[in-house]
């Protein structure tokens, strides 16, 4: 007969049991990562480094809009640009099979899953958690007219790789964004020493932590030299990238931009911590 596991016995074997870890995504993003690290005994944080805003001006996106019939794709590269643009889209009248005689490309499950939810179905969405990973799968785009919605602050290695197959490309601003209001509550949680991990899931995220810690006098430098400082966990290369470039020591890279590969790899940090002191 199967031995069955309580909540009790889960707990006392999860490297997370008491561990302190600090969300820096939005509080509507953070919702299942928060759930998973809370059912693994970790006492969450939700700090939001960043905050979405509208783009100052709505011009581009709904000229964008009234005119999709020009476009022969449309690339979501983050689920904020899925609600921002679905948001807008709303506002403007379209025929009824406006959305339906484009392609539409998703990268990630989050930005794809919110695409199902907000507008439709994908047709292409890449395995790897990187938006020119989906240049493969467009096939032949020459002569081809694509849309990208995209945050003020978007890497245009997308829109470039796509231009030099002879793509014309219009990236047009569909949201910003900006540090949160909370942002000063993330840099005081930083100086006291009192968490176990920060987890930053965007380029942006890192920036704005870093600016917030760096107006009260804490560089990535002295961080680093801390005995007592946070393991800081990072979801993806280019998040990872972004802040070893501004001097941040990266402790553990999640392979996959879902809530289970951050999971996987603060749970995987801390067991490697904890086989350490064992030995």
Not at 6 to 21: C, W
Not at 46 to 74: G, K
Not at 96 to 120: F, H, I, P, Q, Y
Request: net charge neutral.
């Amino acid at each position: 007969m199967a031995k069955r596991f309580s909540r009790r016995d889960l707990l006392e074997t999860s490297a997370l049991n008491g561990k302190r870890i600090v969300v820096t995504r939005t509080r509507e993003q953070s919702r299942g990562l928060v759930e998973r690290l809370t059912e693994l005994g970790a006492e969450v944080i939700v700090c939001p480094a960043i905050a979405i805003a509208p783009p100052d001006s709505f011009a581009a996106l709904d000229t964008a809009i009234r005119n999709l019939a020009r476009y022969h794709w449309i690339i979501f590269t983050s689920a904020n640009a899925v609600r921002a643009f679905s948001e807008r889209f709303a506002l403007i009248p379209q025929p009824a099979d406006a959305l339906s005689r484009l392609r539409m490309a998703a990268v990630g499950s989050a930005t794809a899953n919110t695409l199902t939810e907000l507008l439709r179905n994908p047709d292409v969405t890449p395995d790897l958690y990187q938006a020119d990973a989906i240049l493969p799968l467009m096939g032949n785009v020459r002569a081809q007219h694509i849309l990208i919605p995209s945050a003020d602050i978007a890497r245009d290695a997308l829109a470039k790789g796509l231009r030099e197959r002879g793509a014309t490309v219009d990236s047009v601003i569909t949201y910003r964004t900006v540090a949160a209001p909370e942002i000063s509550e993330l840099a005081e949680t930083v100086r006291s020493c009192s968490v176990n991990a920060i987890v930053f899931a965007s380029p942006s995220s890192v920036r704005y932590a870093l600016r917030a810690l760096d107006d009260i006098g804490i560089t990535p430098a002295s961080l680093s030299r801390r005995s007592s400082r946070p393991a800081f966990i990072c979801i993806g290369d280019v998040t990872a990238a972004a802040a070893r470039e501004l001097g941040l020591t990266v402790d553990a890279t999640a392979a996959e931009h879902t809530t289970e590969g951050l999971v996987a790899a603060i749970t995987d940090w801390f067991e490697s911590r904890d086989e350490n002191v064992a030995t």
